[in-house]
């Protein structure tokens, strides 16, 4: 199963992620995470990169793509991924669709995680997990979400394999509400992909 977790700061994609990616025995490929521990290690991306995440900017599309192509491909080829943080922009869901395309696979579904404003900014002060994490950034970061991945939903909103959920609730109901509208597109989808939605 190959699916995209799109929300803004704090939504609760990594949580998300983590169960979807325990259910259905699928990698969880987390951009945010794999860049921070770029700039933990110090690596030559990671010093490309840090000034960025700090900002609470966006990454170049470029060096995410890099970062993220191997680690898919081979996601891909194991039985599936759930991809959280990617893409963020409508350049990046151009980009990766060229790249799935030449390798003859495709997305199975986009779930986009609905938080409030008032509420994402309570939690992220809350767990306030490093540099980008102060009151400033997370200001920014909502607005950089804002401006470059709501257009992205926008540019989903037709796809029948994207859809919507209440980010609101406890992590528990939110996943089973990601997996319940799972297995109602899995109906359309082929015996393969029907058996691992409901494995
Ligand atoms: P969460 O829902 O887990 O709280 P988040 O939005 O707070 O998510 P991450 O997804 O971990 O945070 O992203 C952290 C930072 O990493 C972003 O602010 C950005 O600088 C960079 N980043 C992550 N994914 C991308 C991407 N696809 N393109 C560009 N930059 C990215
Ligand atoms: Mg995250």
């Excluded at 890099?66 to 891909?76: E, G, H, I, T």
Aim: charge should be negative; proline fraction near 4%.
């Amino acid at each position: 199963m190959r699916l995209l977790l799109i929300g803004a700061p704090g939504a609760g994609k990594g949580t998300q992620a983590e169960k979807l990616s325990a259910r259905f025995n699928i990698a969880h490929i987390s951009s945010g995470d794999l860049l921070r521990e770029h700039v933990r290690d110090q690596t030559s991306l990671g010093q490309r990169i840090k000034s960025y995440v700090d900002a609470g900017d966006l990454v170049p599309d470029a060096l995410v793509m890099d970062m993220l192509r191997k680690p898919v491909v081979a996601a891909s080829e194991a039985g599936g991924y759930v991809l959280d943080g990617f893409p963020r922009t409508v350049d990046q869901a151009k980009a990766a669709f060229e790249v799935a395309n030449r390798l003859g696979v495709e997305v199975q579904a986009a779930v986009h995680l609905y938080v409030p404003d008032r509420e994402l900014i309570r939690r992220l002060l809350a767990r306030s997990r490093g540099s980008d994490d102060t009151e400033d950034v997370i200001a920014h970061r909502l607005e950089v979400y804002q401006q470059m991945t709501m257009p992205l939903l926008e540019y989903y909103a037709n796809r029948e394999w994207m859809f919507s959920v209440d980010g609101t609730r406890t992590p528990d109901e939110v996943h089973e509400a990601i997996v319940s509208r799972l297995e109602k597109l899995a109906a359309f989808d082929t015996t393969e992909e029907r058996d691992a939605a409901s494995a």
